[in-house]
């Protein structure tokens, strides 16, 4: 059974960089045609793709937020991360890591969607 766990702050400061990882266990991030990706739902909102990385290491973004995305990966502890700049209490979110094919760069699925997903960590930016 494939299981992902978000890790990393609840309380980032404006401006600041949010940092979260996702840990991988039952499962390799390489496994072919897998593509992992981070998406969120701020309170009140729908739920907002941010980007993926797939098993070849390519990297994928939403094009709204590329500016002030990076997703990166470690494959020696199969985990990868996500990093967003230049944070505002517009970041305010459930951030969620998940696991689906190469259909999610379409940045249009539902949550229930993806094959496996991690529990959820809210961020919240404020001062």
């Known amino acids: 059974q494939v299981q992902l766990q978000e890790s990393g702050p609840g309380l980032v400061k404006p401006s600041q960089t949010l940092s979260l990882t996702c840990t991988v266990s039952?499962?390799?991030?390489?496994?072919?045609?897998?593509?992992w990706s981070w998406v969120r739902q701020p309170p009140g909102k729908g739920l907002e793709w941010m980007g993926a990385?797939?098993?070849?290491?390519?990297?994928y973004y939403n094009p709204s937020l590329k500016r002030r995305t990076s997703i990166s990966r470690d494959t020696s502890k199969n985990q990868f991360t996500l990093q967003l700049s230049s944070v505002t209490p517009e970041d305010t979110a459930v951030y969620y890591c998940t696991r689906g094919d190469a259909a999610v760069v379409a940045g249009n699925m539902d949550l229930d969607e993806y094959e496996y997903r991690g529990q959820g960590t809210q961020v919240t930016v404020s001062s």
């Open positions: 990385i797939a098993y070849s290491g390519s990297i």
């Open positions: 039952g499962g390799s991030i390489t496994t072919d045609t897998t593509y």
